[in-house]
């Protein structure tokens, strides 16, 4: 495949994908490397691009910036994002764009674009719920009961409608293509029961709907992780499940990643931690750095940024946990956005745009919804209701929304934009990383072969050298280190334990008073006192994981 081919206006299988990042890697193979970082139920691979600038410092030695999306089955408009986002930065390298050759520079990229590569498959074919593949359609629901199926072999799978004088739904009398409850106390019309299209295993009259046994990845990162039985899909055990597993090994060897950027739909939000206690929990200024940087998704993308436990939780006892945030900013004090693109509510101006809206919209609004999907999506936007021999049920018939092209995902007119514009927020939020810099290094002759070097060590960036608050509340915070290497004896220096940390610019909001949060220093000046002869040739290196490291080359001068 060449480059030029890869469209972002369109959603990919997984073979398609699969050539598209192959091309990506051998159009530019100084900065990118395609790695596989895991294998699903169903072997296919979870890919992760690494792309920086090589040619200056070590990839892991720079801050690194992690991004992924379609974590879950259903949700997969992330991926068209964070591949522009790759194409943004390898054309602009390509271009000699200023501002991508500075961030590959300083920055490490590393972007898995499709972290659930079993259930997208699945889920672009139809089914609506199939976690990450652990089992097939079909196998997800063990138990006696309803079952998910596209009995009329569709390609989709939409309701069953059954007429029941007991029915809660009838037909909508404004739009007869559509399903509309029917009002308490309400008689003398014909009314429907509506089931999921699918098949019933066990005892008809008393069939009931279990939930799929299948795993939810965002429920089985180890920060929080509750079982199954407490929570829906968190699988047996914290990384039990191979993307899971992938993704925690990645950052147990790559202590550099300082920012987490994951993309899902469908409630056009920012979310921010916390996702299991109220904000009165943040540690310093975290929440006003979340609120400062989230803000460049509401400025890109128009969406508010929201608490998940305060704004985001539907119930008080449906508390998340074992989610990436829980691991990467509770327990390891990383800040991390996610961000849940498209809204259909807002989109199509039905009238109801909430984060959680409600499963029926209402009559209204739904004929709305369904009047700005056709102008859309065309007829994929609906089936129209068609009479079905049921092998349980009886005489049925099958119909209603697309949901999974309607509600979960955009449109593929609105995937270019929503990609672009996504892209460059995951662009801007690599930009807020600390950065390292060594500058106005100096030497004095003592006398004989000792010297005296000083030099100025200053986070540039706008995030501080710790990154967050929290980490160094769960004692993850790195002190910023110095070295002197070279063939020089160190007599003395001013920092050997390290520095605490370098502030950036986060927090410095006005001028500075008295009656502010005190600023912290963004630099420091540290001096060594070596002996070595004239000519030496000694590197300072300074900064630690996350901050990444810098190193400025000195020789010994008697002047």
């Excluded at 739909?265 to 540690?283: C, E, I, M």
Aim: with cysteine; hydrophobic share 35%.
């Amino acid at each position: 495949m060449d480059i030029r081919d890869i469209k972002i206006d369109r959603y990919m299988l997984f073979d398609e994908l699969k050539e598209a990042l192959e091309a990506v890697r051998d159009y530019a193979p100084e900065i990118v490397e395609l790695k596989e970082i895991g294998r699903t139920f169903q072997e296919r691979e979870v890919f992760l691009l690494e792309i920086t600038d090589r040619t200056y410092m070590a990839p892991d030695k720079k801050p690194g910036f992690y991004a992924d999306a379609c974590t879950h089955a259903e949700e997969f408009s992330g991926c068209n994002a964070l591949l522009k986002l790759v194409l943004d930065l390898v054309n602009g390298y390509k271009d000699g764009d200023p501002d991508i050759l500075d961030s590959l520079k300083y920055n490490t990229y590393y972007i898995v674009p499709r972290l659930n590569p079993d259930g997208i498959e699945a889920a672009m074919m139809g089914n609506p719920w199939c976690g990450n593949g652990r089992f097939a359609p079909g196998q997800t629901q063990l138990k006696d009961g309803f079952y998910w199926e596209d009995i009329d072999s569709n390609g989709v799978i939409c309701n069953m409608r059954k007429e029941d004088p007991d029915g809660e739904w009838k037909i909508s009398e404004k739009d007869p293509r559509l399903m509309t409850l029917r009002k308490p106390g309400e008689k003398g019309g014909t009314y429907y029961r509506l089931y999921p299209e699918g098949r019933i295993r066990g005892d008809v009259k008393n069939a009931g709907f279990q939930k799929p046994t299948d795993g939810n990845i965002n429920r089985n990162y180890p920060g929080l992780w509750t079982p199954d039985a407490m929570q829906y899909g968190a699988g047996e055990l914290p990384m039990s499940e191979p993307e899971t597993k992938a993704v925690m090994d990645f950052f147990v060897s790559h202590r550099n990643i300082a920012m987490v950027f994951s993309l899902h739909t469908n409630a056009g939000v920012v979310l921010r931690p916390f996702t299991n206690q109220s904000d009165k929990y943040f540690k310093g200024r975290d929440k006003e750095l979340f609120m400062n940087i989230g803000a460049i998704g509401t400025e890109e993308l128009g969406y508010p940024v929201v608490s998940v436990f305060e704004e985001f939780t539907p119930e008080a006892e449906g508390v998340r946990g074992g989610t990436l945030n829980d691991y990467t900013y509770l327990m390891k004090g990383i800040p991390t956005i996610v961000i849940e693109q498209w809204n259909v509510g807002k989109e199509s101006e039905c009238g109801i745009d909430d984060p959680y809206p409600p499963d029926y919209l209402g009559e209204d609004a739904e004929i709305k919804v369904l009047k700005w999907a056709e102008e859309h999506l065309g007829e994929r936007a609906y089936v129209d209701y068609m009479e079905y021999d049921h092998p349980e049920l009886g005489k049925v018939e099958i119909g209603g929304f697309n949901r999974i092209r309607v509600f979960r995902n955009p449109p593929e007119d609105y995937l270019y934009d929503l990609s672009a514009r996504t892209a460059r927020v995951a662009m801007r939020l690599a930009e807020c990383m600390p950065r390292m810099d060594i500058k106005d290094i100096c030497q004095e002759h003592l006398s004989g072969d000792y010297y005296k070097i000083t030099a100025t060590v200053r986070n540039s960036g706008y995030l501080p050298t710790y990154l967050t608050a929290q980490a160094r509340e769960v004692h993850d915070a790195e002190k910023v280190f110095l070295k002197l290497e070279g063939n020089a004896e160190i007599v003395c220096e001013s920092d050997r334990d390290g520095i605490e940390g370098l502030e950036g610019r986060f927090g410095r909001n006005s001028e500075w008073s008295q009656w502010i949060y005190p600023w912290e220093a963004v630099e420091k000046t540290v001096s060594f006192v070596v002996k070595a002869d004239m000519g030496t040739k000694l590197t300072l290196i300074a900064g630690n994981s996350r901050s990444g490291i810098v190193q400025k080359e000195l020789i010994i001068k008697n002047e």
